[in-house]
């Protein structure tokens, strides 16, 4: 059986683009596919970007203990399917899972053996102005998000190892050096 590797980073540390240009130069790994209640955007594909579900059987999902991992963000649910994760190692896949803080450290509860990421900024000054730097967020929001990122950057001493995300290429090199 190959490894799970969990990758997680507050929002704005750039974790999707680390893994993107990991998974371009290997790609011989696996993206970990969530399920999620969210309505499928243009262009999104069942089973490529995402499993989509009703919110009924997600909660079905849910009490018959079948993710490893979900969480609820905007009045949608996401979620990381057992049976997924164990088939897709089964096959002598590699597999990542970008998920939050709180579901990696969950999946290392049931999944003793998954090695846990944490990407970091250079600082936290650095992820607040690139928070900002979106302009998508209204500063009562940005506050919120702040103060939640503080948090995951504190539960990151749980994790197995951390890179400090100062340019692409260098965190790639570190995520290479991990996993590698």
Known sequence: MKRLIVISGSSGVGKGTVIKEFLKKHPD???????????????????????FMSKDEFEKCVQNNEFLEWAEFS????????????????????????????????VKKIMPDANLIFILPPSFEELEARLRGRHTETEEAIQKRLASIKLEIENSKFFDFRIINDTVENAVKQLENIIL
Not at 33 to 42: D, F, V
Not at 75 to 98: A, P, R
């Open 29 to 51: 790994f696996k993206l970990s596919i969530s399920c999620t209640t969210r309505t499928k955007r243009e262009g999104e594909e069942e089973g490529v970007n995402y499993f």
């Open 75 to 106: 009045g949608n649910f996401y979620g990381t399917k057992k049976s997924f994760v164990e088939k897709t190692l089964q096959n002598g896949d590699e597999l990542i899972l970008e998920i939050d803080t709180k579901g990696a450290l969950n």
